[in-house]
């Protein structure tokens, strides 16, 4: 037979009420006299209504997650790095995730959207690969309901956020490679809209003025995020003449894609070309050869995102509504050795040709 909260508050010798509040969290409650509630409720292996208590605070203590992707499933190790940090810290406080998956930028996704500001089906959303406009967070925003989101937006809405300073990381790699020699150095951006993408390519931009190398419109090309969309993307950059010397994908998928796809033409990845990536997804360090790419703490965010949500629907101060990370650098075999002196002088005498027609 099920312990009853009755018996918990009749053990411990206080009222139900007490035992009640003590139990949910109520702060008004004594400290010494909630814990000695909770060793009764413990010892007696109490089990909370947990349909009953969401009725009567009116909270579902459910957090919703709706996956941006094409179709039930997903690849990327990414989300599941993410996902894992997420529901980790969600689970430490006792909260359920919710999750579900809609088509970006589709009708589906702005229904389920609002229908999460509306139904009250969860507390509040975990919003991720934030847009420069953004349908999604102006939804929210106007139905006042309460999310976090993983990136930020070049829309004029104040909201909390966890971002990695994505081009500050690309000023990094780039710099890193032209350290190496290398003065073509293409990019495989991801698609336009994403607010991730925009400051990327703005860090790729920033590292080559800043060393008074132009970019050619031909050594950006656009990936779809995805392993195969590097693979048939850096095709173009390939058929360049002359061919870029480095490729830095927008993210490790379309690196290693991209690396793979190189490979199957017969060059040499480090040594005919280097490759960078960024985010450092765990396949990053055993591919073949291992990706130099840009680090960011994946689970940590999502674990920081899940935090700052749930301080929030508490009514908690946040300490820093704006989280911004700086990428570390990681150096692996893809970035290969310094280029040789001839290879170098010949890339000078293009650069420079270069400038004189631009």
Known sequence: MAVTL?????????????????????????????????????????????????????????????????????????????????????NSHDYDLLVSTHAPDGEGERQAYLRAAQGGWVDGLIVVRTRQHDSRLQTLKQHNFPFVAFGRSRDDLEYPYVDEDGAAGMRLLVQHFIDLGHRR?????????????????????????????????????????????????????????????????????????????????????????????????PPAANSHPPLTTLHQPIYEIGRQTCTMLIDLLNGRPLDDSHVLLIPRLIVRESSGSPLAPERRFYEIDVGQELKKTT
């Open 185 to 281: 150095i293409g990019f495989i951006a991801p698609p336009a809209g994403l607010m991730f993408g925009y400051y990327r390519l703005q860090g790729y931009r920033q590292a080559m003025a800043a060393n008074n190398y132009p970019v050619q419109p031909e050594w950006i090309v656009e990936g779809d995020l995805t392993q195969r969309g590097g693979a048939e993307v850096v095709e173009r950059l390939l058929a360049l003449d002359p061919r870029p010397t480095a490729i830095i994908g927008g993210n490790d998928l379309m690196a290693i894609g991209a690396m793979n796809r190189l490979q199957q033409h017969g060059l040499h990845i480090g040594r005919d070309v280097a490759i960078g990536g960024f985010d450092d997804i």
């Open 6 to 90: 009755r018996e918990v508050a009749r053990q411990a010798g206080v009222s139900l009420t007490t035992a009640s509040r003590a139990l949910a969290g109520y702060a008004d409650v004594a400290e010494e006299t909630r814990q000695r509630i909770q060793s009764v409720a413990a010892a007696l292996g109490y089990q909370p209504n947990l349909v009953a208590r969401r009725l009567q605070k009116q909270r579902t203590d459910t957090l919703g997650f709706i996956l941006p992707t094409y179709g039930p499933r997903f690849s990327d190790p990414f989300f599941s790095e993410f996902l894992a940090g997420v529901g980790n810290e969600a």
